[in-house]
T-cell receptor
Framework: KAGVTQTPRYLIKTRGQQVTLSCSPI?????VSWYQQTPGQGLQFLFE???????NKGNFPGRFSGRQFSNSRSEMNVSTLELGDSALYLC???????????FGPGTRLTVT | GENVEQHPSTLSVQEGDSAVIKCTYS??????FPWYKQELGKGPQLIID?????GEKKDQRIAVTLNKTAKHFSLHITETQPEDSAVYFC?????????FGKGTRLHILP
């Protein structure tokens, strides 16, 4: 069974731009969560989607948004990029909201 | 706010010895405690987990213990091998959120 895939793997953007990251969960998994990982703050929860609905949201500004499609694939969007948004963005999928989570390899975003 | 404290931040052990990483959580509603291993350039990999109705769980060389009263849980790796070198994260999950520890960088010395 294929694992969680994330595209693109690497991205360089300029301050003020916006970016969209994509995540394809493991086949059969309906829950997708997004995390931001930085050396200073560690792994921080962004949001969780299940059956196209956002179930939970972490403590991030409204510039961070996401959505989930009917095939369980998910995208997250960051608008008006700031230097501090440079991070590894990780997606994790699970069968359901309380299930074991399996992470993708992440998208490394660099904002210059 | 709610948090998860993880210690130590760095741990070096001789190959073949045991390694122990400890976490403390603050939210008493936490009921699921996964451990992840992250190698360079990769996403975290779930290695073992425990739910709040269980005190201990073992999978080959890896074991996790949970003390709900003290809000402590620990990862034990026995007979360490070079491929155990990585960063390990603990996490505590409630119905609504999951909080991760800051991570432990484990070095296995030859």
């Amino acid at each position: 069974k294929a694992g969680v895939t994330q595209t693109p793997r690497y991205l360089i953007k300029t301050r003020g731009q916006q970016v969209t990251l994509s995540c394809s969960p493991i086949s059969g998994h309906r829950s997708v969560s997004w995390y931001q990982q930085t050396p200073g703050q560690g792994l921080q929860f962004l949001f969780e989607y299940f059956s196209e609905t956002q179930r939970n949201k972490g403590n991030f500004p409204g510039r961070f948004s996401g959505r989930q499609f009917s095939n369980s694939r998910s995208e997250m969007n960051v608008s008006t990029l700031e230097l501090g948004d440079s991070a590894l963005y990780l997606c994790a999928s699970s069968m359901g909201p309380a299930g074991e989570q399996y992470f993708g390899p992440g998208t490394r975003l660099t904002v210059t | 706010g709610e948090n998860v404290e993880q210690h130590p931040s760095t741990l070096s052990v001789q190959e073949g010895d045991s390694a122990v990483i400890k976490c403390t959580y603050s939210d008493s509603a936490s009921n699921y405690f996964p451990w992840y291993k992250q190698e360079l350039g990769k996403g975290p990999q779930l290695i073992i987990d425990i739910r709040s109705n269980v005190g201990e769980k073992k999978d080959q060389r890896i074991a996790v213990t949970l003390n709900k009263t003290a809000k402590h849980f620990s990862l034990h790796i026995t007979e360490t091998q070079p491929e155990d070198s990585a960063v390990y994260f603990c996490a505590a999950r409630t119905k609504d959120k999951i909080i991760f520890g800051k991570g432990t960088r484990l070095h296995i010395l030859p």
